[in-house]
């Protein structure tokens, strides 16, 4: 976890009416093309991860949080 300090850090930053404006002018710029995943790996997508006890992976995010807070 050699990030986790600096991706904490990220929560401080504070973006501006300007700053935002500059973000959306930049993202407008790009250029969308092709599709995002393979055809074999959208099979993956929107499926319910499970672990071993039964528990899905968005029930256990809760508690990840709780444990890393």
């Given at each position: 976890m050699p990030r986790r300090a600096e991706n904490v850090g990220t929560a401080r930053v504070v973006l501006t009416l300007a700053d935002?404006?500059?973000?959306e002018t930049a993202l407008e710029q790009i250029?969308?093309?092709?599709?995002r995943y393979s055809a074999q790996r959208q099979r993956f997508i929107?499926?319910?991860?499970?672990?071993?006890?039964?528990?899905?992976?968005?029930?256990l995010v809760p508690s990840l949080v709780r444990r890393f807070a």
């Open positions: 935002l404006a500059g973000i250029k969308v093309a092709g599709d929107n499926r319910q991860a499970v672990c071993r006890r039964g528990a899905s992976a968005f029930e």
